[in-house]
């Protein structure tokens, strides 16, 4: 069965950085882009833009360039979010969520903490 | 940057018939997608294609699109679908950018 499994929560301090992995299994991976969407405390989804999985190009959503970084390891299935420069505001849950046209499975979200 | 209207909450009682709109301009051209969302959970995907039910998913949703809005519709809300619910299209761009909603809180009671 299709599964996205993302690691655990992540208590950062200001300034750090953090990787979120998502690892997929149950399809070939390579057939389906790959989202990532933001959740912060409280609101709504925000689609944070996308990775080709057979070209490994990245495609961000106005406000997610430069500190935040898109990447994968096809050899074992898994997508990566880099978050540098860590910020309070970036404190939220970073889904992943697999797309063919619509994201019909989502990881189950890993909550990243940014506090002094 | 392009945006997707939602009312932020509707209330239905239990058996009545619950329709959430999502107003874009680049819904003529662009399918909508719905997700529904309970707390704590990640999100369900409900409506595909502006009117395309995945299997598992109850046959009291439904979705249309009609120029720049698109509805999805919960004939005879049940408690269970008390949720938030967002939906998700893309851009005009052509470079295949996502925009969700803002969210609406349905209220079933």
């Known amino acids: 069965q299709v599964q996205l499994v993302q690691s655990g929560s992540e208590l950062k301090k200001p300034g750090a950085s953090v990787k979120v992995s998502c690892k997929a299994s149950?399809?070939?991976?390579?057939?389906?882009?790959m989202n990532w969407v933001r959740q912060a405390p409280g609101q709504g989804l925000e689609w944070m833009g996308w990775i080709n999985t057979n070209t490994g190009n990245p495609t961000y959503a106005q406000g997610f360039t430069g500190r935040f970084v898109f990447s994968l390891d096809t050899s074992v299935s898994t997508a990566y979010l880099q978050i540098s420069s860590l910020k309070a505001e970036d404190t939220a849950v970073y889904y992943c969520?697999?797309?063919?046209?619509?994201?019909?499975?989502w990881g189950q979200g890993t909550l990243v903490t940014v506090s002094s | 940057s392009y945006e997707l209207t939602q009312p932020p909450s509707v209330s239905v009682s239990p058996g009545q018939t619950a329709r959430i709109t999502c107003s874009g301009d680049a819904l003529p051209k662009k399918y909508a997608y719905w997700y529904q969302q309970k707390s704590g959970q990640a999100p369900v995907l409900v409506i595909y294609e502006d009117s395309k039910r995945p299997s598992g998913i109850p046959e009291r949703f439904s979705g249309s699109s009609s120029g720049t809005m698109a509805t999805l519709t919960i004939s005879g809300a049940q408690v269970e679908d008390e949720a938030d619910y967002y939906c998700?299209?893309?851009?005009?761009?052509?470079?295949?950018?996502?925009?969700f909603g803002g969210g609406t809180k349905l209220t079933v009671l």
């Open positions: 969520a697999r797309e063919l046209g619509a994201y019909d499975y």
């Open positions: 149950g399809y070939t991976f390579t057939s389906y882009a």
């Open positions: 998700y299209s893309t851009d005009s761009s052509g470079n295949h950018r996502g925009v």
